[in-house]
């Protein structure tokens, strides 16, 4: 009798109380991305999306790293680890609409670290590691990072980090603004589940409307910056959930959201 070994699959994902946790699991490879993950991570990304009892994610790795990036192998064997529409690792271009916090242990690096800033937030071990380190084998950071990069930490680290792809501690990522929340080491899920538990004890509604203002508002002209702003608040006003959230307030007591 022929036994089939059981395939791996490089993504996992489980839910806790309205957060849903997804790992990219590909240890023996540092958690580097083929087409086959980076297809697993967008439909992870679209359940995300879809399923309106989920109200925020974490993205994690398996076996001690985040991620090390695009898998140089596949890449080499003719894979693109690019999904139309979302991009690289099947976030980058297009990151879910609901806030998604990275927790990064080991290293998050080259494509790794740039799911990391396709992220909203970040919580990390303070032993891990960041880093772009393109420049160092003469190639782009292309998968968002120079882009975000400057969104998130003031420019001249930026360019610094950019330009001599040195790794980056988590203790400086943390100064800088870059990480929210330093963990031990081995803690790092354990700290974006409790941040991302935080997030999805409010309203579901008004969690996404106000991750869109956030990420819209910067290119808003400030002529029509509140009327663009009402146009995303005000149904969250008119909706159920800000009247049970204001009933819930008067009777001292736990909102029970309904998402509408």
């Known amino acids: 009798m022929t036994v089939t070994a059981p395939v791996e699959r490089p993504v996992r994902t489980e839910v806790h109380s309205g957060v849903l946790v997804v790992t990219i699991s590909r240890p023996e490879a540092r958690n580097a ?18 399923e309106d009892a989920l109200v925020a994610g974490v993205v994690t790795g398996a076996g001690g790293t985040f991620c090390a990036g695009m898998d ?17 690792a099947g976030i980058v271009e297009q990151p879910p ?4 916090i990275a927790a990064v242990e080991g290293y998050a690096l080259a494509g790794g670290f740039e799911i990391a800033l396709a992220c909203d937030m970040v919580v990390a071990a303070d032993n891990a590691r960041f880093g772009l380190p393109e420049v160092k084998r003469g190639l782009v950071a292309a998968g968002g990072g120079l882009m975000r990069l400057l969104q998130k930490v003031p420019p001249g680290v930026a360019q610094e980090w950019a330009l001599t792809g040195d790794l980056v501690e988590a203790r400086r990522a943390y100064e800088v603004g870059l990480v929210n929340r330093l963990t031990p080491p081995g803690e ?3 700290g974006a589940l409790e941040l991302a538990g ?12 106000t991750k ?26 008119a909706s159920e959930d800000a009247r ?7 009777e001292k007591r736990a909102p029970r959201w309904r998402g509408r």
């Open 33 to 50: 991305i083929n087409t086959v993950t980076a297809e697993a991570l967008g439909g992870a990304m679209d359940r995300l999306d879809s």
């Open 72 to 88: 140089l192998k596949a890449f080499l064997a003719g894979e693109r680890p690019s999904i139309p529409g979302r991009g690289f």
């Open 97 to 100: 609409t609901k806030p998604l």
């Open 188 to 190: 790092a899920l354990a």
């Open 198 to 209: 935080a997030i999805a004890a409010n309203g579901p509604l008004a969690v996404r409307a």
């Open 212 to 237: 869109r203002i956030l990420h819209e508002a910067p290119e808003w002209p400030s002529a029509r910056m509140f009327d663009l702003q009402r146009e995303i608040s005000e149904p969250v006003r």
């Open 244 to 250: 049970e959230g204001a009933t819930a307030f008067k």
